[in-house]
Structures are given as C-alpha cells and as structure tokens.
C-alpha cells in the first residue's frame, strides 16, 4: 500500500475516534472528520463510502489490535498468559477515552 494513502487513512480514522471521544458520533460530520485529519472531504470518501464505514473500520482495525496485543509471538497454546492479558489491558486504559465513547455512543 501507498505510504501516502496509508498516512491519510491513519489520520482519518485517528479524527474520528478523537471526534467520538468529544461529541456523540450521530452529530460528527465528514467535514470534522476531514477537517480533523487534515484532508478533503474527497480525500475521506475515496476510502470510505460513509461515516458509518469509517466507523466499521475504526472498530475492526481496534478488534485486531487487541486481539493481536493478547497473544505474544512464543503463545504454546489456545489461551493467552498473563503477560500478553496484561499489555492488553493497558493498552484499553491507554484509550480508555475511546473505548468509553464507543461503549456510550453504540450499546446494543
């Protein structure tokens, strides 16, 4: 991939979830989306198709990052050890904002 597109897409999903963090997700626009990240408007439609996509990825890619941070490289078995449980717990209280957002803003 593009370094370039990469960075645009980092920087676009980064705005949303510092956006979710201050005002409810119904009410964020792609223009503060945009405006946030630094881009167009064009720039965030060329990948994503909405908000709501946006949205679908953000949570995905933070899914597979906690998944990833839960298991460690030398893991023998199905289930995590303590040390990979633990430096994923903190990586939650590193965005705790975050993940606080989306719990309020989408319960199910």
């Known amino acids: 991939m593009d370094r370039r597109v ?9 705005a949303l ?5 201050e005002k409810e997700f119904d009410k964020i626009t792609i223009n503060d989306i945009a405006e946030r990240a630094d881009v167009n408007r064009g720039t965030v439609y060329s990948h994503y198709s909405d908000k709501y996509d946006l949205l ?11 998944v990833e941070m839960c298991y460690s490289a030398d ?4 289930f995590p050890t ?7 717990i903190k990586e939650i209280e590193k965005n705790a904002l975050l993940y606080k957002a989306l719990l309020l803003n989408f319960r199910t």
């Open 17 to 21: 979830m510092y956006l979710i963090a």
């Open 56 to 66: 679908d990825k953000c949570i995905e890619n933070q899914l597979i990052h906690l």
């Open 82 to 88: 303590k040390t990979p449980l633990l430096r994923t």
């Open 6 to 14: 990469k960075k645009n897409q980092t920087a676009i999903m980064n």
């Open 75 to 78: 893991a023998m078995g199905p």
